[in-house]
Every structure is written in structure tokens, then in C-alpha cells.
């Protein structure tokens, strides 16, 4: 954990966790300035994991493309976390193939229609038909110091009915996770602590 910590102030990351489904591991990490690679924080990831089939190189990590998220960030000072830090979690979805644009399509418009209506630092990822979704509990939610790119209203006020049929469902997991199963948290670094009593 020293060495990871190390790695996370000399690249600027502010914060690390990794979730993990079986034997799949999702990493989420905040950096500043330059991209970091996910084999500069655990360069003896080699070792350990297996090689993600596809692209034109072997890679132990696939990024996901951010397809929504409440706020983005527009500073360092927006984006520190001014109050008790919430507790990161993670939670997995599968989208039907066919409804993968729809579903990116509906999110776009939420995300520009209504920027800062949830957890600040809650965003989704996907992958393929894969989707990943980060946030924190409690949830910090504040108004987005930003407008969003669409003047419109179209976003659906049925927002669940709107979505169940766009996802392939879990089977032998809880009812409350037959789509959005919850992650098992692995790793959490760089957040500030909670004090006594807090």
C-alpha cells in the first residue's frame, strides 16, 4: 500500500478503488493534468493478471468510455472533496447489444439536460456492452457550476421504466441487484479520512 501510495503522489492521482466481480477487477482512479496508465500505479500487474484479449497489443487494463456522469470536473478546487468523503462503491450492468445506443443515447440527454442531479463524483463506464457504474456513499450532490449542452427537457420522468428493458438481468443474485449488481470493494486509497466519531 506504501508503494501504491507513492506511485498515486508522484502521477497526481487523488484517489483509488478497485472493485472486483469473480475474477474480473475494475479500477477507478482521479488524476490530474496528464493521463495516467493503469500499469504506472501497479507496474507488477503482470505478474498477476491475464492478458485482455483484443486491440493490437496484449493489455492487463481496458478503459472505459465515460458515457455518463453528473458533474465533470472544471477545477482541482471544484472537484476536492469539501465535506466527510463518501464511501466508494461499484456496481456492474449489462446492456443488450441492440440497446446500447439507446441507452447512451438517453444518458447523454440526462447528463446535459441536468448536470449536478446526482452523486457529484457518480459516473458509468462501458466497455463493449459492459457497463460500470462509480459513486460514493452518502452521495454529494450540489448544483453543477456548469450548463449543460442541451436546453431541451426530454429526459423521461419514468426514468426506471424507461431503462429496465435496456439490460440483460443477473440471474441467482439478490432481487434488489437483478441489474445493477453490487461489487465487492477491494481497494480504497487517497480519499480523505473520516475523523473519530464522523
Request: a negative charge; aromatic letters at 14%; charged letters at 20%.
Amino acid at each position: 500500500m506504501e508503494l501504491l501510495n507513492e506511485h498515486m503522489d508522484w502521477l497526481g492521482v487523488s484517489c483509488l478503488s478497485i472493485f472486483q466481480d469473480g475474477q474480473g477487477l475494475f479500477l477507478y482512479y482521479e488524476c490530474s493534468g496528464q493521463g495516467v496508465e493503469p500499469e504506472q500505479l501497479f507496474p507488477g500487474a503482470v505478474d498477476i493478471l491475464k492478458v485482455w484479449p483484443g486491440g493490437e497489443y496484449p493489455r492487463l487494463w481496458v478503459p472505459m468510455m465515460d458515457i455518463f456522469h453528473y458533474q465533470q470536473p472544471v477545477s482541482g478546487q471544484h472537484w476536492e472533496r469539501n465535506q466527510v468523503p463518501g464511501t466508494p462503491y461499484g456496481r456492474l450492468a449489462v446492456l443488450k447489444p441492440e440497446q446500447v445506443s439507446s441507452y447512451v443515447y438517453y444518458h447523454y440527454q440526462y447528463q446535459e439536460e441536468r448536470p449536478g442531479d446526482g452523486d457529484k463524483y457518480g459516473i458509468i463506464g462501458l466497455h463493449e456492452n459492459v457497463l460500470f457504474f462509480y459513486s460514493e456513499l452518502p452521495a454529494t450532490v450540489e448544483p453543477a457550476p456548469y450548463a449543460g449542452k442541451l436546453t431541451t427537457n426530454l429526459r423521461p420522468e419514468h426514468w426506471g421504466e424507461v431503462m429496465e428493458p435496456h439490460f440483460m438481468k443477473w440471474k441467482n443474485v439478490q432481487q434488489d441487484q437483478e441489474i445493477w449488481k453490487k461489487l465487492t470493494t477491494v481497494l480504497t486509497t487517497g480519499l480523505p479520512q473520516r475523523g473519530k466519531g464522523e
